[in-house]
């Protein structure tokens, strides 16, 4: 059973362009959640995906969306990056109506 | 608006005593809550959980104590060992599948 993949494990950006980070859920999740660490926080929710469909969103703007694939694998794309989008990028697979959430080990994104 | 209170950002503890790491939270909505352990460089890895139907979860080393009318749980780590040195989140979650975390606490312990 292969867990969360995430890539790529870091990435430098100035600011105003744009980002695409990929995920590949754990083998039989059905459920993708894209969550952003800043330095001394917990993680902040951003979004959730189901059957290719966005379920659920937490307080970001609309410059941060989201893909998910046929094969439960998910993209998050941040477009006019900011400063303040520096953070640590967590991507977690579960499956459907579970509460348990599995995580992998994040993409750092560093904006200049 | 922060959900999930963690008032300890850190904890050092001897090797072989109990740590014992608190959590409040303030939605009453929420009906799971879960530990995670976090080491630099890696994701958040699940720990032990505990719903919210229930006052107490052990699961080897690990147990998890809810008080539902204090809003308040406690994760306790018996014996301590040196592994266990980490940043530990809280998360809580409801019925719309998205966790709220807490800041963290850094144990350390001391051999």
Redesign the interface.
């Known amino acids: 059973e292969t867990g969360v993949t995430q890539s790529p494990t870091h990435l430098i950006k100035t600011r105003g362009q744009q980002v695409t980070l990929r995920c590949s859920s754990q083998s039989g999740h059905n459920t993708v959640s894209w969550y952003q660490q800043a330095l001394g926080q917990g993680p902040q929710f951003i979004f959730q995906y189901y059957r290719e469909e966005e379920n659920g969103r937490g307080n970001f703007p609309p410059r941060f969306s989201g893909l998910q694939f046929p094969n439960y694998s998910s993209e998050l794309n941040v477009n006019a990056l900011e400063l303040d989008d520096s953070a640590l990028y967590l991507c977690a697979s579960s499956l459907q109506n579970s509460y348990e959430q599995y995580f992998g080990p994040g993409t750092r994104l560093t904006v200049t | 608006d922060q959900q ?1 209170k ?1 008032n300890s950002p850190s904890l050092s503890v001897q090797e072989g005593r109990i740590s014992i790491l608190n959590c409040d939270y303030t939605n009453s909505m929420f009906d ?1 809550f ?1 530990w ?1 352990k976090k080491y630099p ?6 720990l032990i ?1 505990i719903s919210s139907i229930k006052d107490k979860n052990e699961d080897g080393r690990f147990t998890v104590f809810l008080n539902k009318s204090a809003k308040h749980l406690s994760l306790h780590i018996v014996p301590s060992q040196p592994g266990d040195s980490a940043v530990y ?1 809280c ?1 809580a ?1 409801s019925n ?9 606490t850094t144990v350390t312990v001391r051999a």
């Open positions: 999930v963690q799971y879960l995670y460089a890696e994701g958040p890895t699940f959980s989140f998360a979650i719309d599948y998205k966790l709220s975390f807490g800041a963290g």
